[in-house]
């Protein structure tokens, strides 16, 4: 299935159209981690071309615009997230529509699976009003075989707004992986009070709650070790055990098959011998209540996901990087990131809450290279300017961090 529009462009299309545009470091840092403040294309491209990452990048999530037709602004160190102030620095401006959106980001992530390793993942935020569409795109370009989830995210508390149609609380979250190798660390949800006595109403002798669950599975085994007869019962027909007649019968010498009144085995699990409950797809992360930056959203969501879809030293990108989140995650659970954004604003409460980040034992503190597209003078009467404009701002925003910690 595929999405048929006005200038949709071939793939090779997309990578050819984007201007050769060299990144610049500025500052001296050598550490692998890379803040660029450049236009995404341009970046994407040059990740590809220059810094030699196609098939390297473990996890990606990006918080693209949401096509609302808004100017989003920041005024005396508060962000807007639904109407902007006319006396606000603009954040950034999200004024693309249908298909132009739609092509907007099928650009994007023609590049980003270029980028994605086999065994790696993305992760793409969206609102509910053009994230259909946008699924038709990713299953063109990923694959429908590999998409993996459509997460419902929970992000704010019931509104009260006057209109015809239900309340809306939720955005949603699409998953896809490059392949069917793709690293999977599975999270796990502590139980509540509720979930033990609801799941766990047994206790056995010493008042340990525990529940049981069936030792059979669907399918049939024919001569195989799952279809013999243990204690002189064979598995329901239709069915098999789960494990083979030798491990039920450890699991009965170790007091773990409760035998019902009739001799029906079960096989028991204890409370307190569990991690969690299976994390389903519906998740509450919501947003925060005073964000620094349009975008922002809960660190809880960006962790949960960087924990679950890359390893230690893989490689994390967010190339709508916001405020900073995703790669403040990724720093605080020792993955290698790359961040970027054009936006000034972004990069400024990018570097202020990553220069926050206090390392000891088992987080390092931040370092990570300052990268900015190449300007030529003598075409764009840019140069260094633009470069020294942006460190000054940076620099005043982490001394005015500083101060307001003392």
């Not at 949603?172 to 793709?182: P, R």
């Not at 005073?290 to 990108?317: G, H």
């Not at 961040?339 to 202020?352: F, M, N, P, R, V």
């Not at 030529?376 to 140069?383: D, T």
Request: hydrophobic share 35%.
């Amino acid at each position: 299935m595929q999405l048929q529009y006005p200038n949709k462009k071939t793939e090779q299309e997309i990578f050819d159209s984007i201007p050769n545009i060299e990144l610049e470091q500025i500052n001296s840092s050598t550490n692998f981690n890379l803040l660029i403040h450049s236009n995404n294309l341009v970046a994407l491209k040059q990740l590809i071309t220059k810094h030699n990452l196609a098939d390297k990048i473990d996890l990606i999530y990006i918080d693209p615009p949401f096509a609302t037709n808004n100017t989003f602004t920041i005024s005396n160190g508060r962000a807007s997230t639904i109407s902007s102030s006319s006396n606000g620095t603009v954040a950034y401006k999200d004024t693309l529509k249908g298909f132009d959106f739609i092509e907007f980001l099928r650009e994007r992530l023609v590049l980003l699976k270029m980028l994605l390793s086999d065994k790696g993942s993305i992760y793409l935020h969206i609102d509910y009003k053009i994230g259909h569409y946008v699924k038709i795109a990713m299953d063109e370009i990923f694959g429908i075989e590999n998409f993996r989830n459509d997460i419902t995210r929970v992000k704010c508390n019931p509104k009260n707004f006057s209109r015809k149609g239900y309340g809306n609380i939720k955005d949603l979250i699409l998953f896809y992986s490059k392949s069917d190798n793709l690293i999977w660390n599975e999270p796990k949800t502590i139980y509540t009070e509720e979930d033990r006595l609801k799941l766990f109403p047994k206790k056995d002798k010493d008042g340990r709650p525990y529940t049981t669950i069936p030792l059979h599975a669907p399918g049939e085994t024919k001569n195989g070790k799952t279809s013999q007869a243990f204690k002189g019962i064979l598995p329901p027909k239709g069915r098999h055990w789960r494990s083979n007649v030798e491990v039920l019968e450890q699991l009965d010498d170790a007091g773990l098959i409760e035998w019902s009144d009739k001799g029906n085995p079960r096989k028991i699990i204890y409370f307190d011998e569990q991690e969690g409950k299976r994390m389903q797809d519906i998740w509450e992360f919501k947003d925060p209540q005073y964000p620094v930056y349009p975008t922002e959203k809960n660190p809880d969501l960006l962790d949960i996901i960087i924990k679950t879809s890359s390893n230690e030293n893989s490689i994390v990108l967010d190339c709508f990087a916001g405020s900073g989140t995703t790669l403040k995650a990724a720093q605080t659970n020792g993955r290698k990131w790359i961040g970027i954004d054009q936006s000034d604003e972004a990069i400024k409460a990018i570097t202020k809450k990553l220069d926050a980040i206090e390392g000891d034992l088992f987080i390092f503190k931040t370092d990570y290279q300052l990268l900015t597209e190449k300007k030529h003078s003598a075409q764009h009467g840019l140069g260094k300017s633009r470069a020294d404009v942006l460190l000054k701002n940076i620099d005043s925003e982490i001394n005015i961090s500083a101060s307001n910690k003392h």
